[in-house]
């Protein structure tokens, strides 16, 4: 792996902790979290989150160590996230849609002490999803809201307001110097990241590189101090934590949450709140663009959009500027090796370049397209994308193999994915090496959701792929073989499905064979399988 480093710039705080104390200073009173009847100023921002760090140092918490966070998104959230950086320790955030176990395999390998959980959210208590899996060294579940459930929790945990309690008799002066040890490539989180392996991966990412990289996504977005910023993308996700109330407090701009997406609440939210800023997947927007109701809501407050995560018809750049009336909007391209974005349309660009691009190179970022001879592609030629810059992943958690095999000896991320260089530097990505799809902006691999399939009693072989959708974008398609030789009903591993794996990777289609079309190695042909399924499906 390269050794390449990459010196901070001086004008930026170096660290998340000092970016807060820096807002702070500069936009005190302004708000900087408005959720529901709770607002909290810049000022009461830091104050809470020094609070959380005396708590967590209460805990036993130490520098390095590693502090989960699994709720939607909430006021909580930033604030949980904000005290674990000030107490030097490495937040690691849960998807929400995950079951127990897929939650507790993580919990497990990052060897999380510590566990921020919201309590009831989607008709589920999540403390009772750890219930019968509960990783040994878990030793702290704080429940966020509503108080720990006495036949589900054990004697270490808290609810919100008790959690804070413990840090009253921890001097000020021990956040203070648990801050000042850190410094720009202090990693700040581990974000884990479905792979082709079929076990999610913990991508390291630093302090400095996340503050460097989305200051200069806000300047090009034109994020901006008096902006109300509604996130909807979730907090997990580099989309709604980095780019979403990371760049936010960067500008001073005042983030307003949104636990989850329904047009209706967003649509009103947008009109009552007055939303000038908020980016999300395309089928956020087409959504809102079919609400049967939508000329009844005043727009006429949003100004900028960033989209993107899925392929974007022009049709529908046009129609967010003209009839949502979005006048900047902008499409990127990124992953979560690279701290979440690497490339960015300008919101004056056509709405040809936005939608059929992901937009030229951040400053500090290259970009290259090269060919399986590993030199670069021709213009206007495919390759495999590969990326080098200040905000590359620092490795795969504890996963020196896989760590080498995505970093090569001269710093390039080699993202696995197929594009297109124009002659302005332009990227377009136009296909996938490695066997992913994406539903809705998530990530899809389907060998993890292969590994999770296989656990189903009747179920011999399976292979998934990737099918367009006409609202998600692309959903999976599970092609199985049974073990009794009767074919396996939709509904019924569907459902199953829903029961042992977030709601994003469950197939919305379920295709049954004899057999698959396989190589001379017997290795499923999945690109001839997908085009079977294509074909069933569009019958």
């Not at 951040?362 to 390759?383: H, I, N, S, Y």
Request: proline share 6%; glycine share 8%; with cysteine.
């Amino acid at each position: 792996m390269s050794t390449l480093t990459y010196p901070h710039p001086a004008h930026l705080p170096a660290t998340l902790p000092a970016l807060i104390r820096l807002s702070a200073e500069q936009h005190g009173s302004r708000a900087a979290i408005v959720d529901g009847d709770t607002r909290i100023s810049y000022a009461d921002l830091l104050a809470r989150s020094e609070q959380v760090a005396k708590s967590l140092i209460a805990l036993g918490v130490q520098a390095g160590e590693r502090v989960a966070l699994w709720a939607p998104n909430i006021h909580e959230w930033i604030v949980a996230a904000c005290g674990t950086h000030a107490a030097g320790a490495i937040l690691v955030p849960l998807n929400t849609r995950m079951k127990g176990a897929e939650a507790a395999d993580i919990l497990e390998r990052s060897g999380a002490r510590v566990l921020f959980c919201i309590g009831d959210f989607l008709n589920q208590y999540y403390p009772a999803l750890l219930q019968d899996c509960r990783p040994a060294t878990l030793a702290h579940v704080v429940v966020l809201r509503g108080e720990p459930r006495a036949d589900v929790c054990q004697p270490g945990d808290h609810g919100w307001a008790d959690f804070l309690a413990l840090g009253q008799g921890v001097a000020a002066s021990q956040v203070l110097a648990r801050e000042a040890a850190l410094h720009a490539h202090s990693t700040a989180d581990l974000m884990f990241t479905s792979g082709t392996t079929g076990r999610p991966k913990g991508v390291m990412a630093a302090h400095g590189p996340t503050i460097r990289a989305f200051d200069e996504w806000s300047r090009v977005v034109g994020l901006a101090p008096d902006d109300r910023y509604l996130i909807v993308n979730p907090f997990f996700h580099t989309f709604g934590y980095k780019a979403g109330w990371v760049a936010a407090f960067v500008r001073g701009a005042t983030v307003y949450p949104e636990q989850v997406f329904d047009a209706d609440a967003v649509l009103s939210r947008i009109a009552r709140d007055r939303i000038s800023f908020m980016p999300g997947p395309p089928t956020l927007f087409l959504t809102m663009l079919a609400h049967p109701r939508l000329a009844d809501y005043d727009l006429s407050s949003l100004r900028s959009s960033v989209t993107g995560a899925a392929s974007v018809p022009p049709v529908l750049i046009q129609r967010m500027r003209q009839e949502l009336g979005i006048a900047n909007v902008t499409t990127a391209y990124g992953l979560t090796e690279c701290g979440g974005c690497a490339t960015l349309c300008e919101p004056t660009d056509s709405a040809e370049t936005v939608a059929g691009t992901c937009g030229h190179a951040l400053p500090g970022t290259e970009v290259r397209c090269v060919g399986e001879d590993g030199r670069d592609a021709p213009t206007g030629q495919p390759g495999e994308v590969l990326l080098r810059g200040y905000h590359v992943m620092q490795g795969y958690f504890e996963d020196e193999a896989a760590t080498r095999e995505a970093i090569d000896a001269d710093g390039w991320l080699h993202t696995g994915d197929v594009g297109v260089l124009d002659e302005r530097g332009y990227l377009r990505i136009t296909d996938r090496l490695k066997d992913m799809f994406i539903v809705g902006g998530f990530n899809c691999y389907p060998a993890e959701i292969e590994r999770l399939l296989s656990e189903h009693p009747d179920i011999a072989q399976v292979a998934v792929v990737g099918v367009p959708d006409e609202r998600m974008g692309e959903v999976g398609c599970a092609c199985v073989i049974t073990r009794s030789g009767r074919p396996l009903a939709s509904a019924e591993l569907i459902a199953w499905a829903r029961e042992h794996m977030a709601n994003y990777k469950v197939p919305r289609h379920v295709l049954n064979f004899e057999r698959f079309p396989v190589n001379a190695s017997n290795k499923v042909l999945k690109r001839e399988l997908q085009q079977q399924a294509l074909a069933q499906c569009a019958a």
